[in-house]
C-alpha cells in the first residue's frame, strides 16, 4: 500500500489545527506556574482543627526560617565560623534577619521596643507606679546589676530604673533557649554551633527561598573554614529540595521513558516515522492536561505533572493500534472497525477518573482534570490527526509479526487456565479480607522529604528549644486586634499549669505583640509627671538612685503616654516579624486571623491534654490541636473520599459498558478479567506489607481504565470470531510500552510517584493476560482478514 502524497496529506485542515492547538499549548504551559508543596492535597472544607494545620502548612512565614547547623573542627573554630557567617548574611539581599546569639546586632529592634516598653513590658500596671511598686522594681533592678545581665541593664538603668527592657526581654525568649558558647549559640548535645535566619522572601516563594539558600551555602564555602559541615533545614529547604527532587525525576522518567519507547517502537515497526506518529497523541495528552489543570486550578502541582508521565502508558496505546491495525485495514477500514472499539475505551477511562475531577482536594482534583483532558487529548488527535498523516498506518513490519505470533500462542494457551486463575483470584479475594487493612499509608507518603533530612530538622529544633509541634492551643478571631486578645486570655489558663510544673512553658504571640487593649490599659497607668516624681522621690529616699538623676526616668514616661499601640506591621522588617508570623496567622479571605500558643511539655513527661483542654473549655474560638493525629484524620478522610469516588467510577464504567455491550454475558466478559486484575494486584501488595495509600488506589483505577481497553479488544475479536495476529500485535505492543513505562515509574525518588508505578506495572500485564485467558475468541487465522 502506499499513502497519500505528502503534500495532500498537510492540505487537509486537522494538522493545522493540531498545530495552531498545540502552539497555544505550549504558551500557556510555559506561562502555568508549578508547585511543590503539600498544601494542594489538603481538604478544602476542613474542620477547624484542620482549618489550623492547613494555615500553618499555607503560611508563608513559616517556611521564611531556615535553621543553620556548622558542625565539625573545635569550639573556637565553630564559633568563629557563626560570626562571620552571620556578618556575610545580615548583609545579603536574600536574608532579612539572623540570629546566633551575638548581642549587638539589634539596634533597631531594641529602639521600637524601648521606646514603647511601657505599653510592652508585663510588669506595667497602676501599682508599679506607687509608691511601693517604685521601690521594689527599682531595688530588684539594682540588684541584677551584679549578674551577667548587670553589663547591659547599666546604661539603660536612669532611663529604665523599674527594669521594664528586661520584663519585656524575658517575656519575649523561649524558656528554653539556646546554650551560648564563645559569644554564639551552640548544641547542648552535638559539636554544633547554631543560626537562624528569616527570609525577604515569603514561604510560598520557592525561587526566593532557593536564592537565599544559595547564598548561605555560598557564604559558608566562602568562609574557607576546613573541618567544618554546613548543616541546613526548615519548610523552605523541604521545599526547594521536593521541587528540585520532583523535577529532576520528572526529567528522568521522561528521558527514560522516551529511550525505552523509541527502542521498543523502532523494533516493532523497523523504522522511525511511526515512533514520532505515536508520540503525538502522548504529547497533545501531556500538554492539554497542563493547560487545563493550571486554567481550571490556577498552579499546577509537581506531583500532578509527573503523574501525567503516566500518560505515556495509556496514550501511547492509540497510536499504536492506530498505525498496527490500520496497515491491514486502512484508515477508513479501521475507523469503521476498530476506532469504535477504542472510543469506548476512551469513555470509561473517562468515566472512571472522572468522579476524582470534582473532589474536595486540589491535588486529587488536580490529577482527574489532567487525566480526563489529556485522554481525551490523546484520543481526538488519534481520531482527526493520525488518519490524516498516514492514511494507511505505518510502514514496516520489525519485529511485529513476530510479536502478533507470540500473542496468539498465548491467546490459545492462556484460557486453559482460566480454571487455575479464578481459583487464584478467589483466594486473593479471600486474602484480603482475611488479612489487617493494607490502608495505612499517611500525608507524608506523599512527600520525597528523606528521613534523615527530618531528622536533621528535629535535631536543630531541639538544639534551639523549640516547642513541642506535637499539640498546639489555637484560637480563631476577626481580626488581628481580637487574636491578640484571645492569646492572652488563654495565656491567664496556662501561667497556674505552668506555676504547678505540669507545663515548662509556652510561646505565645501575645508575648511578643501584646493586644492594642493591654497597651491602652497599661498606657492608661502611667502617671502624670507631677505624680511620678512626687512618688519617685519617696521611693528612692535613703535608696542607691538619686531622684535627681531619674529625670529622664520621667521624660520616657511622659512621652509613651501619648503613644498610639504597637501593631504587627509596625514589626514588619525586624528580627521579630518572623516569630510573630509563625505565631499569628493573618486571615485571608474571608478565613478568621489565628493565634497560636506553641507549648512545652514537662521534661520528661507528656502534655497534659485533659487539663488543657478543661482550661480552655470556655474560651470561643479555642481550642486544643494535637497535630499527629489530626494529619491522620486528614488522610484518612482523603482516602475514604478517594475510595467513594473511585467506588462512583466504577459504577459509571459499569454503567457505560451495559448500555453499549447490552448483553450481561459480553458485560461479564469484560469486567471479570478487570475485577481480577486488580484484587490480584491489591492482594500482591498487601501481601508484601506494603503500607497502601491514596496514590495506590489513584494506581488501581489506572489499572482498571487501561485494562478496560484490552479486554474490550477481546470481547470486539470474540463477537468477529476470529484475531489477527496484526491486531494481536497492537495489543501486546502497547501492553510492552505500558509495563515498562509504569515500571521505570515504580523506580522514582518520589514516593507518590513510585506508588502508582508499582501498582500499575503489574496490573497492567495481568489485564492483558487475564482478557487473553477469559476470552472465548477464537484464533483461527494467522493474518488479518483484509490480508488475507
Known amino acids: 500500500m502506499t499513502g497519500a502524497p505528502t503534500s495532500r496529506r498537510w492540505r487537509q485542515p486537522a494538522p493545522w489545527i493540531w498545530l495552531a492547538a498545540m502552539a497555544l499549548g505550549l504558551w500557556l504551559c510555559a506561562r502555568a506556574t508549578y508547585v511543590a508543596d503539600l498544601s494542594a492535597f489538603l481538604p478544602s472544607a476542613p474542620t477547624a482543627e484542620q482549618r489550623v494545620l492547613m494555615a500553618q502548612l499555607k503560611n508563608g512565614a513559616t517556611g521564611r526560617v531556615l535553621m543553620i547547623g556548622i558542625r565539625g573542627g573545635t569550639a573556637q573554630a565553630r564559633a568563629d565560623a557563626s560570626k562571620r557567617l552571620a556578618a556575610g548574611l545580615r548583609a545579603s539581599s536574600a536574608v532579612e534577619a539572623v540570629h546566633n546569639g551575638e548581642e549587638g546586632n539589634q539596634e533597631i529592634l531594641g529602639r521600637l521596643l524601648f521606646e514603647r516598653r511601657y505599653l510592652l513590658s508585663p510588669g506595667v500596671d497602676a501599682q508599679r507606679f506607687t509608691v511601693d511598686g517604685l521601690r521594689g522594681a527599682i531595688d530588684e533592678t539594682v540588684g541584677l546589676l551584679g549578674t551577667p545581665a548587670g553589663s547591659r541593664i547599666k546604661p539603660l538603668l536612669w532611663r529604665d530604673p523599674t527594669g521594664e527592657t528586661v520584663r ?83 526529567e528522568r522518567l521522561a528521558m527514560a521513558g522516551t529511550i525505552a519507547m523509541v527502542l521498543l517502537l523502532v523494533l516493532a515497526f523497523g523504522s522511525l516515522r511511526p515512533l514520532g506518529i505515536a508520540a503525538l497523541p502522548v504529547a497533545s495528552g501531556v500538554v492539554a492536561g497542563i493547560v487545563a489543570v ?156 528523606s528521613q534523615q533530612d527530618l531528622d536533621l530538622d528535629a535535631s ?19 481580626d488581628e486586634a481580637s487574636a491578640l486578645a484571645a492569646a492572652e486570655r488563654i495565656g491567664q489558663r496556662l501561667d497556674p499549669l ?59 514616661v511622659q512621652a509613651q503616654r501619648s503613644l498610639a499601640p504597637l501593631t504587627r506591621a509596625d514589626l514588619q522588617g525586624t528580627p521579630l516579624a518572623g516569630a510573630l508570623d509563625a505565631q499569628l496567622l493573618a486571615g485571608t479571605n474571608g478565613t478568621p486571623w489565628t493565634a497560636l500558643l506553641l507549648l512545652q511539655g514537662p521534661a520528661g513527661g507528656a502534655l497534659p491534654l485533659a487539663e488543657l483542654r478543661q482550661a480552655v473549655a470556655d474560651l470561643p474560638g479555642t481550642r486544643v490541636v494535637q497535630v499527629q493525629p489530626e494529619l491522620s484524620r486528614i488522610y484518612a478522610s482523603y482516602l475514604e473520599q478517594v475510595r467513594w469516588q473511585a467506588a462512583a467510577g466504577a459504577l459509571a464504567v459499569l454503567a457505560l459498558l451495559a448500555w453499549h455491550l447490552r448483553s450481561l454475558r459480553r458485560l461479564a466478559g469484560v469486567l471479570l478479567p478487570l475485577v481480577a486484575s486488580v484484587i490480584l494486584v491489591l492482594a500482591g501488595l498487601a501481601l508484601s506489607g506494603a503500607a497502601l495509600g491514596v496514590l495506590h488506589l489513584v494506581g488501581l483505577l489506572l489499572v482498571a481504565a487501561i485494562g478496560s481497553n484490552y479486554a474490550l479488544f477481546f470481547d470486539y475479536l470474540r463477537e468477529r470470531g476470529h484475531a489477527g495476529t496484526d491486531t494481536l500485535a497492537s495489543l501486546m505492543l502497547a501492553n510492552i510500552t505500558t509495563v515498562v513505562s509504569f515500571a521505570l515509574l515504580a523506580t522514582a525518588k518520589v514516593p507518590a510517584l513510585s506508588a502508582v508505578g508499582i501498582t500499575v506495572a503489574p496490573g497492567a500485564l495481568l489485564s492483558l493476560l487475564l482478557a487473553a485467558a477469559f476470552s472465548r475468541a477464537t484464533v483461527q487465522r494467522a493474518t488479518d482478514p483484509v490480508t488475507q
Open 294 to 449: 493550571s486554567l481550571g486550578a490556577g498552579q499546577v502541582h509537581g506531583l500532578t505533572l509527573g503523574f501525567g508521565t503516566t500518560l505515556i502508558g495509556e496514550a501511547v496505546d492509540y497510536g499504536i493500534y492506530y498505525l498496527v491495525q490500520a496497515r491491514a485495514v486502512g484508515r477508513d477500514g479501521w475507523l469503521k472497525e476498530q476506532w469504535p472499539t477504542v472510543r469506548l475505551g476512551v469513555w470509561t477511562s473517562i468515566a472512571g477518573f472522572g468522579a476524582l475531577v470534582v473532589s474536595g482536594w486540589d491535588g486529587l482534583a488536580q490529577l482527574g482534570i489532567f487525566t480526563v483532558s489529556g485522554l481525551v487529548a490523546a484520543a481526538l488527535t488519534t481520531r482527526y490527526l493520525l488518519p490524516a498523516i498516514a492514511p494507511h498506518g505505518a510502514a514496516g513490519t520489525g519485529m511485529r509479526e513476530h510479536l502478533g505470533r507470540m500473542t496468539q500462542s498465548l491467546t490459545r494457551a492462556l484460557p486453559r487456565l482460566r480454571v487455575p486463575l479464578l481459583a487464584l483470584t478467589v483466594a486473593a479475594a479471600l486474602a484480603l479480607a482475611w488479612l489487617p487493612s493494607p490502608w495505612r499509608g499517611s500525608l507524608s507518603s506523599l512527600s520525597p522529604v
Open 498 to 556: 505552668v506555676a504547678a510544673g505540669k507545663l515548662a512553658s509556652y510561646q505565645s504571640p501575645a508575648r511578643i505583640l501584646p493586644s492594642p487593649a493591654t497597651q491602652l490599659a497599661r498606657r492608661a497607668a502611667l502617671p502624670e509627671a507631677a505624680v511620678l516624681q512626687q512618688n519617685l522621690a519617696a521611693a528612692t529616699r535613703d535608696g542607691p538612685l538619686p531622684t535627681a538623676r531619674l529625670a529622664p526616668f520621667v521624660e520616657d
Open 460 to 478: 536543630l529544633r531541639a538544639d534551639l528549644g523549640a516547642s513541642d509541634a506535637g499539640v498546639l492551643l489555637a484560637a480563631e478571631a476577626a
Open 168 to 250: 519585656m526581654a524575658e517575656g519575649m525568649l523561649p524558656a528554653s533557649a539556646p546554650r551560648v558558647e564563645d559569644g554564639v549559640w551552640v548544641s547542648r548535645t552535638e559539636p554544633r554551633a547554631i543560626l537562624v535566619a528569616t527570609t525577604r522572601g515569603d514561604g510560598g516563594d520557592l525561587d526566593a527561598q532557593e536564592e537565599a539558600q544559595r547564598q548561605v551555602r555560598a557564604g559558608f564555602t566562602a568562609l574557607g573554614a576546613t573541618g567544618l559541615q554546613l548543616e541546613l533545614t526548615g519548610p523552605g529547604v523541604f521545599a526547594v529540595e521536593s521541587r528540585a527532587t520532583i523535577k529532576s525525576e520528572v
